[in-house]
């Protein structure tokens, strides 16, 4: 079964430091989404991707945030100048379909701990 | 903006037996609710779902119920076993928002043996 994979798994870096998240998506896909979970807290939305632009952020994505797509298969998110509280685990999730069906695929997400 | 809120946070149930999982939201404007099921060191899955035009939905041992009026959905897990102990997510989406799901907070589910 085709799925979306993530790298790294688990990432520590030091505040400031500069932290790209990657994600291959199902192949067929053309939505792209990041969300993340703190610990211990509900998983949020973080932007949606399409077209090669964003279609949809949330208040969380800030200038620190950025996403791409620098190929056909790859989608990233990079975080500028890590926080403290950008410690959370990352999922990435592609769809086929938007509206349609409606199924996100997630992946089994990019843990990261900055110190 | 859209408010989900899940209950309860855990729950223990005895194989064989049914787990309920209720969930509530607050946006009108909401029209598919999924939900998903997390194992330990994966990411969430699609379970089953459900748009605002249908009010119930069976899939085997799982089934979703929608009261738009009341504007709650549960899910339903007949026949309990083992390997339906996990975290399991509810979610509700816009309309004009498509990639946007908001998540409520999780419920632990643990099938004893």
Redesign the interface.
Known sequence: EPE?TQTPSHQVTQMGQEVILRCVPISNHL?F?W?RQILG?????LV?F?NNEI??K?EIFDDQFSVERPDGSNFTLKIRSTKLEDSAMY?C?S?EL??GP????????SRLTVL | GENVEQHPSTLSVQEGDSAVIKCTYSDSASN?F?W?KQEL??????II?IRSNVGEKKDQRIAVTLNKTAKHFSLHITETQPEDSAVY?CAA?RTD??????????TQVVVTP
């Open positions: 979306v939505y989404y969300y807290q509900k998983v949020e939305f949606s399409y279609s949809e949330s999922f999730a769809s938007a509206g409606g199924e996100l695929f997630f992946g089994e997400g | 598919y999924p998903y060191g994966k990411g969430p899955q699609l779902d997510f989406r928002s498509w990639g946007k799901l908001q998540f409520g907070a999780g």
